[in-house]
């Protein structure tokens, strides 16, 4: 392929362009590839690393301060669990939750119990009116699906690389009651990689709200997982918030999904004495208690922060390939055509594609068609609805590393053929 910016070529040349990327996007469709990068989930390596927590310590759960396999200790987890996780959370280990497998579940729940039951400082249940989410976007479209489902109008706002535009968050929240809460995932952003500032910390703990019962949700879901050897610091949001005069503003969350097994492992929350006492309160009606021998599993195999971030670094070593897989394939096919942008992580699980305005959901269909199974573009917008039609969520992590190079050479050439094709039919 001739080098250069397709948006600089004469009309014939960009007509030659297209012919010549269709052959190579045509070739490999006759491939007859079945190819993935939809979901952020670990690979079978990455959950290898674990598997010291099957059968590990199930006959100490029998023993121990009470028998674990029986109900008993209530609804926040195990001390010893609670105090493992603490320093992920920022929080104290009595203002932490360790719960079931999903944080997504206790994301889901805590509004819930919002909706029908209010907040410690509101004056109501937030379903007495309407109310509205802002929601940094790019971003989890699992979030989104979650206002959708309750009816929570959402607001999009841009992110800047230190997190969401704070001009537009201070203002709307000020002028605006209905808005009760903002999604946050303040560091290695799914889909952008992007960390929270100091300074973004800082004003979203002090900036102030119209609704009495504004919460931020913190997911950080990403906390310790980096990809380089200088990791991003966010800066705790809890001690923010309380420091503002707003300690109940935060409900933080983060789980071990992408630690030890996505689909086994355990869900945290920490927040103030007042948000985990509501917390723990409207818990206690749904279930007498979580899984405690999981819990203890996950103390003995994890152990410590040193035992944490060993982890971790199996995770890196395993992921890094994979990333600048994807990095070397857009780098050579993409760069310097004017064509796309991307990010390069240094945490997280993605890599965020920014093609040409008007052209991601061409681009992900003509990936579709020649194999590469993608999240429908849009996803990482709220109601699915990306206002430039231009970003898409790329997730090597889980295939192994030859088909992530091949499902990256499916994007860029699908890319390639789909923005020169728009560029042509701008000129027709
Ligand atoms: N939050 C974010 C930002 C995520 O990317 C993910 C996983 N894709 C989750 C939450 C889900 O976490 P869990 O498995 O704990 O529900």
């Known amino acids: 392929l001739p080098a250069g910016d397709l948006t600089a070529l004469d009309n014939e040349a960009l007509k030659q362009f297209h012919a010549t990327v269709r052959a190579r996007y045509d070739a490999f469709k006759a491939r007859g590839l079945k190819l993935d990068s939809t979901r952020g989930k670990p690979s079978a390596q990455q959950l290898d690393l674990s598997n010291a927590l099957l059968g590990a310590t199930d006959e100490e759960a029998a023993r121990g301060g009470g028998d674990l396999r029986n109900y008993g200790g209530g609804v926040a987890g195990i001390p010893e669990a609670r105090a493992l996780f603490a320093p992920m959370l920022g929080a104290p280990a009595e203002q932490v939750i360790v719960a079931g497998n999903a944080s997504l579940e206790l994301m889901h729940d ?24 802002l929601c940094p976007a790019p971003g989890y479209d699992r979030h989104f699906a979650i206002c959708e489902q309750f009816g929570i109008k959402m607001i999009a706002i841009p992110l800047t690389g230190k997190g969401p535009d704070m001009d537009l968050v201070e203002k709307l929240v000020a002028e605006d009651a209905s808005i009760k809460g903002m999604w946050c995932v303040p560091k290695y952003s799914n889909p952008t990689g992007e960390s929270y ?14 609704a009495p019962d504004f919460r931020l949700f913190w997911d950080n879901a990403y906390g310790v997982h980096h990809l380089t050897d200088t990791p991003h610091e966010v800066a705790n949001i809890l001690d923010a918030c309380a420091a503002a005069g707003n300690p109940d503003r935060a409900f933080v969350y983060a789980s071990t999904s992408k630690i030890t097994f996505a689909g086994a492992g355990l869900a945290l929350f920490g927040s103030s004495k007042a948000n985990v006492a509501w917390m723990s309160k409207n818990m206690g009606f749904r279930s007498i208690g979580p899984d405690k021998p999981n819990q203890l599993r996950h103390v003995h195999f994890i152990q410590n922060i040193a035992g944490l971030t060993n982890l971790m670094k199996g995770h890196a070593a395993l992921i890094n390939p994979k990333m600048n897989a994807v990095l070397d394939v857009f ?65 090597p992590t889980f295939p192994p590393l030859d088909s992530v190079k091949l499902a ?11 923005v020169s094709e728009a560029l042509l039919a701008e000129r027709a």
Request: no cysteine; net charge neutral; charged share 20%.
């Open 110 to 133: 805590t509004i819930v119990y919002a909706l029908l039951k209010g907040v410690p400082g509101g004056n109501a249940p937030w379903s007495t009116a309407p109310v509205t989410f």
């Open 197 to 210: 500032s100091d300074e973004t910390v800082e004003r979203l703990a002090r900036m102030k709200t119209a």
């Open 408 to 418: 990256a050479e499916g994007i860029a050439l699908a890319t390639l053929v789909g």
């Open 331 to 395: 780098e050579s096919l993409l760069a310097g055509r004017g064509v796309a942008s991307w990010t390069k992580p240094e945490g997280g699980y993605f890599i965020s594609l920014d093609v040409r305005d008007g052209s991601a959901k061409r681009v992900v269909q003509l990936a579709e068609e020649a194999g590469v199974a993608m999240v429908p573009a849009g996803n990482t917008f709220p109601n699915g609805n990306d206002p430039r039609n231009a970003n898409i969520r790329v997730a």
